[in-house]
């Protein structure tokens, strides 16, 4: 009889114990739950954003260059959007899904966390839909679209972006900086150089 008695009080308890371990796991499971809702509002939030403090739109470019002919968008005044990847000069910005494009830091200011953002080192010679102009001998950079004036030396090998042309010459920047004009026939090209635009002389 007291065995009896003492299997049905395990049993009784074996249920108990049962219910607490679901109701804990219940709770646990809301905890969760909370906790990633809480996870997915704070990073948001918490991202790296450009603001444009300009007060017009600000291009936003194919590469972090900045060049007329590698606009692919722009961002009005005011407006913000998240980085992604950062340069010295430049921040990687997602326009909307997986496009996105480069981003000229003095145009505005960043804001949020981002020290977390990754250094983006890729050579700019990687980038596509840059043209660039190679010298294969000793040649000069001239601040004149006739070749008159000269500027400073290209180095042989070098590669140097271009961002327009005549019928002559290539326009090519090497800094925001230091531009002007190089001799067609001292070098040659490569990349995306079908698209760079005539300026006449």
């Given at each position: ?15 108990v114990f049962g219910i607490i371990a679901l109701i804990l796991m219940s709770s646990l499971g809301r905890t969760f739950e909370q ?39 722009g961002l009005a005044d005011s407006q913000q959007l998240t980085v992604s990847k ?116």
């Amino acid at each position: 009889m007291a065995f009896g008695f003492t299997r049905t009080v395990i049993a009784f308890l074996i249920i108990v114990f049962g219910i607490i371990a679901l109701i804990l796991m219940s709770s646990l499971g809301r905890t969760f739950e909370q906790t990633e809702e809480l996870q997915q509002t704070v990073v948001p939030f918490l991202a790296c954003r450009f603001t444009n403090t300009t007060p017009q739109t600000i291009p936003i470019y194919s590469a972090p260059f900045s060049a007329e002919m590698l606009e692919i968008d722009g961002l009005a005044d005011s407006q913000q959007l998240t980085v992604s990847k950062r340069r010295n000069t430049h921040v990687f910005v997602t326009i909307r899904g997986n496009y996105g494009g480069w981003i000229e830091l003095d145009f505005g200011v960043l804001s949020g966390n981002c020290e977390q953002v990754p250094v983006d080192d890729t050579p700019l010679t990687s980038f596509a839909t840059v043209c660039f102009f190679r010298p294969t001998e000793q040649t000069t950079l001239y601040s004149d679209m006739i070749l008159q004036t000269p500027v400073q030396s290209l180095v042989p090998e070098e590669s140097y972006v271009i961002i327009a042309q005549t019928d002559e010459a290539y326009q090519i920047r090497i800094s925001s900086l230091i531009g002007g004009y190089a001799d067609k026939t001292k070098g040659l090209t490569r990349g995306a150089c079908g698209l760079v635009p005539m300026v006449q002389g």
